[in-house]
């Protein structure tokens, strides 16, 4: 809840029209909006463009922080396009269904 706060913030200092997309885009999967919101203010800020590198060398991308390592050979076809909104979200989705939560994403609700 408290990322639902800082997000609010943010979208009224900056506008917030990516934003407002991205969350629109999260309210048209079937998991629990308010903590995939959650989930992707705290891996990304909802940025479709946020990447990092871990320890490993794998990659984290786009809003949800899709991890290469783990599912670009899993989602290949969604994952050429994983700097997009609605692919991004799609694969998060299919990682959140397939693994039954949150549990992939260290931002998990606890």
């Known amino acids: 809840m408290k990322y639902l706060v800082w997000l609010l913030v943010d979208l009224l200092s900056m506008g917030g029209n990516q934003q407002e997309l991205v969350i629109h ?3 048209q999967q079937p998991w629990p909006v308010a903590e995939a919101v959650e989930v992707a203010w ?3 800020r909802l940025l ?3 990447y990092n590198v871990n ?5 984290d991308k786009g809003i949800f922080q899709i991890n290469d390592f783990y599912w670009e050979s899993e989602y290949p076809e969604l994952y050429k396009d994983v700097y997009t909104i609605d692919a991004n979200i799609e694969m998060a989705y299919l990682i959140y269904q397939r693994m039954g939560g949150w549990n992939p994403w260290v ?3 606890k």
Do not use: F
């Not at 320890?55 to 990659?59: D, L, Q, R, V």
């Open 25 to 27: 885009r999260i309210e």
């Open 42 to 44: 705290c891996e990304s």
């Open 48 to 50: 479709p463009t946020a």
């Open 55 to 59: 320890a490993g060398h794998s990659t």
């Open 107 to 109: 931002c998990a609700p």
